[in-house]
């Protein structure tokens, strides 16, 4: 298949048959919305949406080094996760700069399932291969082997629970365990991209066009809306949740991003990056960078990344993402700021909305947090 083809998911069919509108995400063919994205937006925090997450790149790890591999490859103490429960990482190039965000499952002892993002499924499957040398273990592209249903909403627990025995109530935060839901095999997980309770279902692709309809009917009394990438972008910025290539980029350490917990120096054994991270890390506490904060509007007009923040007719920084926010009834962005305007409350900040210093409060991150 040549790289240039574009990809579709075996949910392809019936998301045209929605009336999705597509478009084409990092080389998939995905839904950018059903009808409103606002609708879909409001459903996701009031009730519960379905999302087709199939374009997102997962990879095997397995075999008696496995957990050495990923502790050498990832920025992560992988080896101290426990079977069934999933850990939120990264993996680094050399000098500390981020190459992906990822989420690493722990299925079985010596079994480990590495979910990237779709954009850069190949870069970080690459970088594992080459990681591997030396290694008594074996990494596998498995992201024709999966499908990848979400359901996230307040509601999604009880409409999930109407297709499957698994324990449910037992699953916490990334955590995931092996269920057979509406009769077919799944890997549920819930960790959740949207600022919600909610469940990751990876199945094989055979089984998707089953399970998608059986969570509809399953849903239908609750409000389930099928729900495309658009709200699922402004959920997460409202969540306050990093996107790789807009808060995350191989120009920044995880230090940089104000993510360095995410780093365990800790762990037994070298990693990818150390060296240069630890610098990072030094250089944080000595010179804070610019810190990621979240800007809303006082006015009507959205900001977009790359926009310029400003303040005493100085730039001060850089939006990352922008975008009206549903839930707050105002534009939103995240950006990233010098640390003297990064207090939440900072007045005299702005952003340069094509010439004209638009004025925008600093709030501290996230915008929204869902009520427990």
Avoid at 41 to 52: E, I, Q, S
Avoid at 168 to 194: E, F, N, S, W
Wanted: net charge negative; hydrophobic share 40%.
């Amino acid at each position: 298949m040549s790289s240039t083809a574009i990809r579709r998911t075996a949910l392809d069919a019936l998301h045209r048959s929605l009336g999705a509108t597509m478009t084409d995400f990092a080389g998939w063919d995905m839904p950018l919305r059903y009808g409103s994205e606002r609708d879909e937006h409001n459903a996701v925090r009031t009730k519960a949406g379905l999302f087709d997450l199939s374009h997102m790149g997962e990879i095997t790890v397995t075999g008696p080094q496995a957990a050495a591999l990923l502790n050498f490859a990832l920025v992560g103490d992988i080896a101290s996760v426990g079977v069934g429960r999933a850990r939120y990482t990264m993996i680094c190039q050399a000098d500390g700069g981020i190459l992906d965000d990822l989420i690493v499952y722990r299925l079985q002892e010596t079994e480990y399932l590495v979910v990237a993002n779709a954009s850069n499924a190949q870069v970080v499957l690459d970088a594992l291969v080459e990681r591997s040398s030396g290694f008594d273990a074996e990494v596998r592209d498995d992201r024709d082997a999966y499908a990848l249903i979400a359901v996230q909403g307040p509601q999604s627990p009880g409409i999930l629970k109407a297709l499957t025995d698994a324990d449910l109530d037992g699953l916490k935060y990334y955590a995931g365990l092996p269920g057979t839901v509406a009769g077919v095999p799944a890997l549920i997980a819930r960790t959740g991209y949207t600022g919600e309770d909610g469940f990751e279902l990876f199945v094989k692709p055979e089984h998707a066009v089953g399970l998608w309809q059986a969570l509809t009917e399953a849903g239908a009394g609750a409000g389930l809306v099928p729900c495309g990438l658009s709200c699922r972008d402004t959920l997460r910025l409202e969540a306050g949740m990093p996107l790789y290539g807009h808060e995350l980029s191989t120009s920044l350490t995880p230090f940089d991003a104000g993510l360095g917990r995410v780093v365990k120096f800790g762990k037994d054994g070298d990693f990818v990056g150390r060296e240069a991270l630890a610098e990072a890390a030094a250089l944080a506490q000595e010179k804070p960078p610019r810190v990621l904060v979240g800007l809303v509007a006082e006015g009507r007009r959205v900001p977009r990344a790359g926009y310029a923040v400003v303040a005493g007719g100085a730039v001060i920084g850089e939006v990352t993402s922008g975008a009206p926010s549903p839930t707050l009834g105002r534009p939103i962005a995240m950006a990233y700021v010098d640390a003297a305007h990064a207090t939440p409350g900072t007045s005299g900040v702005g952003v340069d909305i094509r010439g004209t210093h638009e004025p925008y409060e600093v709030v501290a991150l996230p915008f929204y947090k869902r009520q427990k």
